[in-house]
């Protein structure tokens, strides 16, 4: 390829969301946190799925068909998170999964890396560092 000789401008995302194609008949509610089932289509996140990020908005599409919508995902940032068995010591910064799209424990097994603890706020509760690319 030649260097620009012209303008050209360019078709520019926001570096912080994605858009994906939702599973048939299902929804996806504001502040799910997302997973792709296998087959490259979004659901609410089961455990083992890849995160793919936390829904911006309702992603309804209980009556379509797979891929009829989409759903928009913030795939980084900082969420405040009600996290099982968190205490103080989380300042160390442990790794954090989901096993559902509203359930965030500091255990693995099975479940999904979402990201890390950024700051301890209360008992069970914590500033979440996630990056859909990293997790």
């Known amino acids: 390829m030649a260097t620009l ?22 929804i996806i509610y504001e502040g799910a946190a997302v997973g792709e089932n296998g087959s490259g289509y979004a659901r609410p996140l089961a455990a ?5 990020g936390f829904a911006t908005r309702n992603a309804d599409n ?9 759903v928009i995902v913030r795939k980084k940032g900082n969420v405040r998170l009600a996290i099982s068995a968190l205490a ?9 999964y989901a ?3 509203n359930t965030f424990t500091l255990t693995s097994e099975s479940n ?22 990293e997790a």
């Open 5 to 26: 000789a012209k303008d050209t401008p360019r078709d520019y995302q926001l570096g912080d969301m994605e858009e994906y194609p939702v599973i048939a008949s299902d």
């Open 112 to 133: 999904s890396l979402i990201g890390k603890v950024s700051r301890w706020v209360s008992t069970g509760v914590a500033i979440v560092e996630f990056d859909a690319m």
């Open 99 to 101: 096993s559902d799209d």
């Open 62 to 70: 209980s009556g379509g068909s797979a891929g009829d919508i989409r």
């Open 48 to 52: 083992g799925d890849k995160f793919l």
């Open 88 to 96: 103080i010591t989380a300042n160390d910064r442990p790794a954090v």
